[in-house]
Every structure is written in C-alpha cells, then in structure tokens.
C-alpha cells in the first residue's frame, strides 16, 4: 500500500522556521511526483510546492517562492519542506501528496489537489503574529 507520512509541523512566531517531513513507503520513490498542499480554516486547499519524478526539478507556489524549499532524500524515501521566514497566513494544516504520472511542472496539474491520487495525513503549521 501507498503510505505518506507528514510531520513535524508545531507553533512558531512570525519570522520563525520550521521543516516538515513526508515520509513515503509502499512504491517506488522515485518514479512519482510528490507535492505539498495546505488547507487554512475555510479555505480550499492549495498547492505549494512539488518534485517532479522525472528530472528532481522543484516549483513553487507565488505565496511561497523565496522561502519555502522542497527536497528529496531517495535513500531513505523522504521529502522534506523548509521553511522559512514564516508568516501567519502561512498557518494551515500541510499535507504530502503522491502522483505516479508527470504533474509536477505542469499547470495546473502540478498544484492540483485533484490530479494527485495518494496523500498523507496533515500536520498543523501555526504562525504566531
């Protein structure tokens, strides 16, 4: 079975940092595309960022650009988001999502909720003003 596993989201003040990880099991690692997504309270969720599988290439939500980094650890199947220069619209719960087809790189298939088939559970990102 495909498993995603997101942690280590908390509380941090505006300005602040915080990494979180997606842990993946179940498929190959590398021949999918995984991206990040995040749902604030009321709001639709929304892409943040991704991987694409096919050439480690990496995109990024506007909102986002400048301060939040993907990476992939293909040894031990994780994909990380730092973050950085933490703002508190940026509070929402952050979820890892997994795609076996190219969607990375495309829009708007890349920050599409619809076009990923597998996810994990949130984690809960709050920024403190």
């Known amino acids: 079975d495909v498993q995603l596993q997101a942690s280590g989201g908390g509380l941090v003040q505006a300005g602040g940092s915080l990494r979180l990880s997606c842990a993946a099991s179940g498929f190959t690692f590398v021949d999918y595309d995984i991206g990040w997504f995040r749902q604030a309270p009321g709001k639709e969720r929304e892409g943040v960022s991704c991987i694409s599988s096919n050439d480690g290439s990496t995109y990024y939500a506007d909102s986002v650009k400048g301060r939040f980094t993907i990476s992939s650890d293909n040894v031990n199947n994780t994909v990380y988001l730092q973050m950085n220069s933490l703002r508190p619209e940026d509070t929402a719960v952050y979820y890892c999502?997994?795609?076996?087809?190219?969607?990375?790189?495309?829009?708007?298939?890349?920050?599409?909720?619809?076009?990923?088939?597998?996810w994990g559970q949130g984690t809960l990102v709050t920024v403190s003003s």
């Open positions: 999502a997994s795609e076996p087809t190219l969607v990375c790189g495309y829009e708007p298939e890349g920050y599409d909720p619809d076009a990923y088939d597998y």
